[in-house]
């Protein structure tokens, strides 16, 4: 079993920056890959960002790109993700999660190839 727990969400204007943070614990080595995802009430669950925690090979939504950054410290089992240029379409519940085993074939924006999800944390972005 994993846990995660993130923190650092919060309440900024737009324009502002912010930087989540994902502890991690547990059986992390069965873990190939994490990532962030983000959901708004009605809607379905979207990666923002992922890591192959090896290679340290990171991909990104669209949306995202040159904004956001994601970035892991294996001493402290901890992923990161740094945002800038916030806006306000950003607002959501941040998710962070890992995942046993993603190919290289697999989409690693996914959430259907995640097992494992942290509680969540709010970024609020206002106008």
């Known amino acids: 079993l994993v846990e995660l727990v993130e923190s650092g969400g919060g309440s900024v204007q737009a324009g502002g920056s912010l930087r989540l943070s994902c502890a991690a614990s547990?059986?992390?080595?069965?873990?190939?890959?994490m990532g962030w995802f983000r959901q708004v009430p009605g809607k379905e669950r979207e990666g923002v960002a992922s890591?192959?925690?090896?290679?340290?090979?990171?991909d990104y939504a669209d949306s995202v790109k040159g904004r956001f950054t994601i970035s892991q410290d294996k001493a402290k089992n901890t992923m990161y993700l740094q945002m800038i240029s916030l806006k306000p379409e950003d607002t959501a519940m941040y998710y962070c999660?890992?995942?046993?085993?993603?190919?290289?074939?697999?989409?690693?924006?996914?959430?259907?190839?995640?097992?494992?999800w942290g509680q969540g944390t709010q970024v609020t972005v206002s106008s």
């Open positions: 999660a890992a995942a046993t085993l993603i190919s290289i074939t697999s989409d690693p924006l996914s959430p259907a190839n995640y097992n494992y």
């Open positions: 547990g059986d992390t080595y069965s873990t190939n890959t």
């Open positions: 890591i192959f925690t090896g290679s340290g090979a990171a």
